[in-house]
């Protein structure tokens, strides 16, 4: 099975840092926008078993890797958050505020 262990990794850290990304909206899909967004700027890790991701993690230990990924993770956030794409807070678009 071929997987992106950078989804899994960022989808991890995105999840860790949640309430510190001052996200509007936790939805489903806010939270899919935000790491669609995320993982198109980063280059994929692609492994072929789930196993092997323990590697990717002990690489990801290094903190400035790590700051690196949740930089990208928060700058995701804001785009959501200033262009939201689901339901949710369509009445609060900021032109109307
Ligand atoms: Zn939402």
Known sequence: MLLNAKEILLKEIL???????????????????????SLNQ????YITDIDKISYSKSEMVDKQKNTAMLVILTEAA???????????HLPLNKENR
């Open 15 to 37: 999840y860790q840092y949640l309430n510190q990304l001052n996200m509007i909206c936790h939805c489903e899909k806010c939270i899919e926008d935000v790491l669609a967004i």
């Open 42 to 45: 980063v280059k994929p890790q």
């Open 78 to 88: 804001s785009t959501v958050t200033t262009y939201p794409r689901c339901e949710n």
